[in-house]
């Protein structure tokens, strides 16, 4: 079982529409990225969360430290969203080493 | 925000050439740089970290003197697969921390896409 897993791995939606991903992790962290990388290859660091939620435009990050679960969500998407997006955590006591899940491909259609 | 540049964006080589990829930190200084490699519709894997002015530390099962990495200045870390093979075709990111920064403070670059012929 991997340490951080995500869901759903595809995730097809109509624009406009909430969405939401989810990842797990089964180790104490430090912190939790959510990434974001296009079709083309190159990353976006969206989010890091040590606690609570944060929101950036139509992005909104939450992480429950006790439930050791994170989630992702996008409000009234758009075919622009369309890309994989990457949990990722640092382990506590690691201090270099991210551990990645492996992705959730989000297909927005217009 | 903190940018972080790869150069070259793709390469295509013939097998046994060596290759080297260049990863900037733009505006800030970065004593730490790690290098991935992901294969297609895979996760980025930890290759190995670069700190400035010291050996890289390798993941178990990188060769490192097959992929050789030098993190020559605070804004520049190379990494130069040797004596490339097919197998060795992947895309390659490199991430930066910001010196002095949280420790959690990562940012990547756009990779570099790399097809041994």
């Known amino acids: 079982k991997n340490e951080v897993e995500q869901s759903p791995q595809n995730l097809t939606a109509q624009e406009g529409e909430f969405i939401t991903i989810n990842c797990s992790y089964s180790?104490?962290?430090?912190?939790l990225h959510w990434l974001q990388q296009h079709p083309g290859g190159g990353i976006v660091s969206l989010f890091m969360?040590?606690?609570g939620k944060k929101k950036h435009g139509r992005l909104i990050a939450t992480i429950n430290i006790q439930e050791k679960h994170s989630s992702l969500h996008i409000t009234a998407s758009h075919p622009r969203d369309s890309a994989v997006y990457i949990c990722?955590?640092?382990?506590?006591?690691?201090?270099?080493?991210?551990?990645f899940g492996t992705g959730t491909l989000l297909a927005v259609q217009p | 925000g903190a940018v972080v540049s790869q150069h070259p964006s793709w390469v295509i080589c013939k097998s046994g050439t060596s290759v080297k990829i260049e990863c900037r930190s733009l505006?800030?200084?970065?004593?730490?740089m790690f290098w991935y490699r992901q294969f297609p519709k895979q996760s980025l894997m930890l290759m190995a970290t670069?700190?400035?002015?010291?050996?890289?530390?390798?993941e178990q099962g990188v060769e490192k003197d097959k992929f050789l990495i030098n993190h020559a200045s605070l804004t520049l870390s190379t990494l130069t697969v040797t004596s490339a093979h097919p197998e060795d075709s992947s895309f390659y990111i490199c991430?930066?921390?910001?010196?002095?920064?949280?420790?959690?403070?990562?940012?990547f670059g756009p990779g570099t896409r790399l097809t041994v012929l």
């Open positions: 991430s930066a921390r910001v010196s002095g920064g949280r420790p959690d403070t990562q940012y």
């Open positions: 180790v104490g962290i430090s912190a």
């Open positions: 969360l040590s606690s």
């Open positions: 990722a955590v640092r382990a506590r006591g690691a201090t270099n080493k991210l551990i």
């Open positions: 505006d800030f200084q970065a004593t730490t």
């Open positions: 670069s700190n400035e002015g010291s050996k890289a530390t390798y």
